[in-house]
């Protein structure tokens, strides 16, 4: 069983640079990829970024690349997202996510992650 929990969201000022924080609990973490998505209000979830396993490798949606980074500690559990010139499209749910199968890069599909946390929101304001 894996338990994951968001952090670092709040209320940002556009051209902020919040880091997110995914905290998980459970023996898998480290040999899974971790994806981040986001949510905003009446749209679909979409995919943001995701490391490999190792964290040598890191994908990200063409709407944020160049804007944030992705990274990840496995000796404390943890991945982080740092944003980066934050926009108010920017503005959503942020959820962090565990891949279903393990030592492979990972995917876009919100179907390929099994394990979710609860979310952490945030909201840029212009």
């Known amino acids: 069983q894996v338990q994951l929990v968001e952090s670092g969201g709040g209320l940002v000022q556009a051209g902020g640079s919040p880091r997110l924080s995914c905290a998980a609990s459970?023996?898998?973490?480290?040999?899974?990829?971790v994806g981040w998505f986001r949510q905003a209000p009446g749209k679909e979830r979409e995919f943001v970024a995701g490391?490999?396993?190792?964290?040598?490798?890191?994908y990200f949606a063409d709407s944020i690349k160049g804007r944030f980074s992705i990274s990840r500690d496995n000796a404390k559990n943890t991945v982080f997202l740092q944003m980066n010139s934050l926009e108010p499209e920017d503005t959503a749910v942020y959820y962090c996510?565990?891949?279903?199968?393990?030592?492979?890069?990972?995917?876009?599909?919100?179907?390929?992650?099994?394990?979710w946390g609860q979310g952490t929101q945030v909201t840029v304001s212009s």
């Open positions: 996510a565990l891949d279903r199968l393990p030592y492979r890069l990972g995917s876009v599909r919100i179907t390929e992650y099994d394990y």
């Open positions: 459970g023996r898998t973490f480290s040999t899974c990829s």
């Open positions: 490391i490999s396993p190792s964290g040598g490798r890191a």
